[in-house]
C-alpha cells in the first residue's frame, strides 16, 4: 500500500481559462501543452494504512493544514479513489517539489499529476491514462494534461459528469524533440490572484470573452496541425496571439485583472524584436508575469541570452519536452509504516535524505 512517483509540470499553448462546472473542474474550452521534461519536477509518496485516523500531508517537509477549504477541494481524488477501491484507510502523502531555483515556478499540476498515479497506485488500482487524468483533473484542471507525457490535449467533453472531460497525447516527446522552454523569471513572488478565483471573475464578468470561447476550437485545430507538422512559425505566431487572447479577457475581467508587469512587456519586445526575420521563439505567459519562450534546440542558446540581457529577469532555465510521469521503486519520501523519511531538495545534490 505504498508507491512513489514524479511528474512533471506542463505548459500550456492554448490556455484553460474558465470552467463550466467548479466542483467536478470541468472546462468552458479544451487545451493544448507541452509537458515539460525533468528539469522541473515533483515527487510524490503515498502510503495507505488501517491505523492512521486522519489523511495527512507534508509539502517540502511541512505538514499542511487540510482544514483549509481550498486544499480540500483539491484532495477531493482521494475520496473518489477510496470509492473505486473500495477502501476506508487513511493516506499519508509525502510530497517534494524539485526545482533548481527558489523561484514561483507553477507545481500545482506536477504535484497533483504525481499524487494521482502515487495515491491510485498505492490504493491497488490499475487505471490507464484516461483515468488518472480525471482524477488529477479533480485537483487541479491542467494537472490532467501532465498525466501524459509529449503534446497533449484536454478535451474539454460535453457531459455533465464529466467522465468524457480527460487529456490525450497528440504526439508524444519524440515527434518534436527539438522543442525548448527558456523560462524568464521576472518575478519569484506568489501571484496574488489564484488561477481559480481570477477565471471564476472572467467567466461571470468579461464581454470579450465570449469572442475567446468561439475563437478556440479553430485554433485548437490550427495549433494541433501546426505541431504535427512541426511548423515553427505558424505555432509561434499563434502561441503568442492566444496569450495575448487570455491576458486580453484578464484584463476586460472586473475589477481588471492584470498578471502581466513591465518586465514582462520588455520580454515580449524582445522575443518580437528577435523574431525580426522570421518567428523563432514564441512567449507564452500563464497566471503571472514570468515568460515561457518556447524555441528550438538551436536557437535555446541565442534566446536564453537575448532574455538574460533583459534588466528585471532575475533568472532563466532551459527546459525540454519530457515523457510524463514515472514510477519509482526506491528514494520513497514515507517508509512503510507512512513515517517521513526526512527529506530536502538540494540543488547541487538533487534530493538528499537526512
Ligand atoms: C493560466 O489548473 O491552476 O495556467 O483548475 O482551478 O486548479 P484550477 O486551475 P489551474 O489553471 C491553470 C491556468 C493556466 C492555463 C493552463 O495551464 O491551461
Known amino acids: 500500500m505504498r508507491a512513489t512517483f514524479e511528474a512533471t509540470p506542463n505548459i500550456a499553448v492554448v490556455k484553460y ?42 509539502l517540502n517537509g511541512q505538514k499542511i493544514d487540510l482544514s483549509d477549504k ?43 499529476a504525481a499524487l494521482s498515479c502515487a495515491a491510485s497506485m498505492a490504493a491497488g488500482l490499475k487505471l490507464n491514462p484516461r483515468e488518472t487524468s480525471m482524477l488529477a483533473r479533480l485537483g487541479s484542471g491542467s494537472a490532467c494534461r501532465s498525466v501524459l507525457g509529449g503534446f497533449v490535449e484536454w478535451k474539454k467533453g460535453v457531459k455533465a459528469d464529466g467522465s468524457d472531460s480527460f487529456a490525450e497525447q497528440v ?37 470579450l470573452y465570449k469572442a475567446r470561447l468561439a475563437y478556440l476550437p479553430g485554433l485548437i485545430h490550427d495549433m494541433k496541425k501546426a505541431v504535427l507538422a512541426k511548423d515553427f512559425e505558424t505555432f509561434g505566431e499563434l502561441t503568442m496571439r492566444e496569450s495575448s487572447n487570455m491576458h486580453a479577457v484578464m484584463l ?43 524555441t528550438t534546440k538551436n536557437q535555446a542558446g541565442a534566446v536564453q541570452k537575448m532574455l538574460e540581457e533583459i534588466p528585471g529577469v532575475t533568472e532563466t532555465l532551459v527546459c525540454g519536452v519530457g515523457n510524463g510521469p514515472k514510477r519509482l521503486e526506491t528514494g520513497h519520501l514515507l517508509d512503510e509504516s507512512g513515517n ?15
Not at 473518489?80 to 473500495?86: C, E, F, Q, Y
Request: hydrophobic content about 40%.
Open 17 to 58: 481559462w474558465g470552467k463550466r462546472d467548479e466542483k467536478l473542474i470541468l472546462p468552458t474550452e479544451g487545451s493544448l501543452s507541452f509537458t515539460m521534461d525533468e528539469t522541473l519536477k515533483t515527487r510524490t509518496t503515498v502510503v495507505y494504512s488501517k491505523k492512521f485516523k486522519a489523511d495527512s500531508f507534508w
Open 340 to 354: 517521513v523519511i526526512p527529506h530536502a531538495f538540494n540543488q547541487s545534490k538533487g534530493i538528499v535524505f537526512t
Open 171 to 207: 504526439a508524444p516527446a519524440t515527434h518534436w524533440p527539438e522543442i525548448r522552454n527558456v523560462i524568464a523569471v521576472v518575478d519569484a513572488t506568489k501571484k496574488k490572484v489564484s488561477s481559480r478565483a481570477g477565471m471564476k471573475q472572467t467567466v461571470a464578468t468579461s464581454q
Open 252 to 294: 476586460d475581467t472586473w475589477p481588471p485583472i492584470l498578471y502581466l508587469n513591465d518586465h514582462s512587456k520588455d520580454v515580449m519586445h524582445a522575443v518580437n524584436e528577435f523574431n525580426a526575420n522570421g518567428i523563432q521563439a514564441a512567449y507564452t505567459f500563464d497566471a503571472g508575469p514570468n515568460a515561457h519562450v518556447y
Open 70 to 112: 481550498e486544499t480540500a477541494e483539491r484532495l477531493q481524488l482521494l475520496d473518489v479513489i477510496r470509492r473505486k477501491a473500495g477502501i476506508q484507510d487513511k493516506a499519508h502523502i509525502a510530497s517534494l517539489n524539485c526545482f533548481p531555483t527558489a523561484a514561483g515556478f507553477a507545481s500545482s499540476a506536477a504535484g497533483l
